[in-house]
Nanobody, 119 residues
Framework: QVQLVESGGGLVQAGGSLRLSCAASGRTFSTGWFRQAPGKERECVAAITWSGGSTYYAESVKGRFTISRDNAKNMLYLQMNSLQPEDTAVYYC???????????????WGQGTQVTVSS
């Protein structure tokens, strides 16, 4: 069982930046960041394999968000730049044994952290 704890969310103006962090209680394999806005389905924002050799980004965040991980510290990060109001959502960290953009690929989930972007 792996526990995930996100941090770094908050309120930011459009055009600003935030860095989300996710601390894992143990070794993780593939990891990803998902988000869910009110009334919308949960979507994968970014994903990364254990080695970091493969990454996935949703089209809506390409060029603005960067996913990274520090395996020595069991940490996952999401650097978010040029934030827009449509990025407002609860962001979740996820980990699993399979890499992909579907939530079904992931076995462990954090509690989520709120990101609010004001216009």
């Amino acid at each position: 069982q792996v526990q995930l704890v996100e941090s770094g969310g908050g309120l930011v103006q459009a055009g600003g930046s935030l860095r989300l962090s996710c601390a894992a209680s143990g070794r993780t394999f593939s990891t990803g960041w998902f988000r869910q806005a009110p009334g919308k389905e949960r979507e994968c924002v970014a994903a990364i394999t254990w080695s970091g050799g493969s990454t996935y980004y949703a089209e809506s965040v390409k060029g603005r968000f960067t996913i990274s991980r520090d395996n020595a510290k069991n940490m996952l990060y999401l650097q978010m730049n040029s934030l827009q109001p449509e990025d407002t959502a609860v962001y979740y960290c996820a980990a699993g044994h399979h890499y992909g953009s579907s939530s079904r690929e992931y076995d462990y989930w954090g509690q989520g952290t709120q990101v609010t972007v004001s216009s």
